[in-house]
């Protein structure tokens, strides 16, 4: 089973278990990713319900909490639709790619994406990833 999260063409964090239940791990990113990663290592032993799951709101923050919340089936990502806004066609990994970025600020993520600019209608899923990326 392959759990993984990623930025495309950016940082991406990889857990596989095989058949012997044990987790194996790679990753492509930059320092702090790599300074995750290297925690993490040392945690390969324990059962995964153990692992320290991230705080912050860093880019690294949020793509190891997620490969941990995965693999432990507690990922819950608010808004599972392909597309967040419908009124300017907006993916939701476009918004989900900005909050990881950065954007944590429904303006901000606005701003960069063009999402919640016409009805506002998707405003609170924005809203709501944001939070959730966020760890709040
Ligand atoms: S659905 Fe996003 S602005 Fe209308």
Not at 13 to 30: M, N, P, T, W, Y
Not at 73 to 87: D, I, N, R, T, V
Not at 98 to 108: C, K, Y
């Amino acid at each position: 089973m392959i759990f993984e999260a990623q930025i495309a063409g950016r940082d991406e964090i990889r857990l596989e278990k095989d058949a012997d239940g044990q987790f194996h791990l790679s990753g492509v990113g930059g320092p702090d990713l790599l300074q995750h990663l290297k925690s993490l290592r040392e945690q390969l032993g324990q059962p995964i319900e153990q692992w320290t799951v991230p705080e912050g709101a860093g880019l690294a923050d949020m793509l190891v909490r997620e490969v941990i919340l995965k693999a432990q089936g507690k990922w819950a990502f608010p808004f599972c639709e392909s597309e967040l806004c419908h009124c300017r066609g907006i993916p939701t990994a476009v918004v989900d790619s900005a909050v990881l970025t950065g954007a944590h600020d429904p303006r901000i993520v606005s701003e960069q994406t063009s999402a919640s600019t016409a009805c506002g209608t998707c405003r609170p899923d924005v809203e709501a990833i944001i939070k959730y990326r966020k760890g709040e």
